[in-house]
């Protein structure tokens, strides 16, 4: 059985956090963490290596779907 995501660009957009991981990218996107791997590595998401861990800026992963965001009027 298929979990229903729960975190989605808009909870992103209101943390204040300045990383967010490859499994919250996503579960915003509803993709497999696999897909933003490959994206990471392909140059398409950035991302910054601290020690053995791999974070994405979270206001660069969010300018990168800015034109998806629903108008407020």
Do not use: C, H, W, Y
Not at 25 to 35: F, H, Y
Request: proline fraction near 5%.
């Amino acid at each position: 059985m298929m979990r229903q995501s729960t975190l989605d660009m808009e909870d992103l957009r209101r943390r204040r956090s300045l990383v967010i991981t490859r499994k919250e990218a996503a579960e915003a996107l509803g993709v497999d963490p696999r897909t933003i791997t490959t994206s990471i590595n392909e140059g398409t998401i950035p991302s910054v290596k601290l020690g053995r861990r791999i974070v994405i800026p979270r206001e660069k992963f969010l300018a990168l779907f800015a034109d998806t965001r629903p108008d407020d009027g």
